[in-house]
C-alpha cells in the first residue's frame, strides 16, 4: 500500500513556474512507474508526464520543452517544474504510481495509487 501527498500548486500568471512534488509513503520494495496527471473540468483526465521504473519518460507534447519531471530515490519523491506555464494548464494535478511493468502515456488507465491533487491555476 502506498500513499502520494501532491504540494506546490497555485496560481500564477502565464509565463510564471511553479514546481509541484509528490512524495510516496507505505512500503515500496521496488521502484514504481509514476507520473503527473491533470484534469480540468468537463474535460478528460490527460497524462503530462511520466517516468517508469527504468527511468524512461514520458513527455506530453503540449508541455515538451516547459516541464521537466525528476526524481529523489532516496525521498522516494517525485517533482515537476513546470515553466513557462499558459492559461491552458489550468486544471487539478494528481500524481499517480503503479508497480510495473506500465503504460506512460495515456489517461491513466491501470495506475492504482493516486494523490488527492493539487490545483494549478494560470491567468493570463
Known amino acids: 500500500q502506498v500513499a502520494l501527498v501532491e504540494a506546490g500548486g497555485g496560481s500564477v500568471q502565464a509565463g510564471g513556474s511553479l514546481r509541484l512534488s509528490c512524495a510516496a509513503y507505505?512500503?515500496?520494495?521496488?521502484?514504481?512507474?509514476m507520473g503527473w496527471f491533470r484534469q480540468a473540468p468537463g474535460k478528460e483526465r490527460e497524462g503530462v508526464v511520466g517516468?517508469?521504473?527504468?527511468?524512461?519518460?514520458y513527455y506530453a507534447d503540449s508541455v515538451k520543452g516547459r516541464f521537466t519531471i525528476s526524481q529523489d530515490n532516496a525521498k522516494n519523491t517525485l517533482y515537476l517544474q513546470m515553466n513557462s506555464l499558459k492559461p491552458e494548464d489550468t486544471a487539478m494535478y494528481y500524481c499517480?504510481?503503479?508497480?510495473?511493468?506500465?503504460?506512460?502515456?495515456?489517461?491513466?488507465?491501470?495506475?492504482?495509487?493516486w494523490g488527492q491533487g493539487t490545483q494549478v491555476t494560470v491567468s493570463s
Open positions: 517516468i517508469g521504473s527504468d527511468g524512461s519518460t
Open positions: 507505505g512500503y515500496i520494495g521496488s521502484r514504481l512507474c
Open positions: 499517480a504510481a503503479v508497480d510495473p511493468p506500465c503504460s506512460l502515456a495515456g489517461h491513466g488507465e491501470g495506475y492504482n495509487y
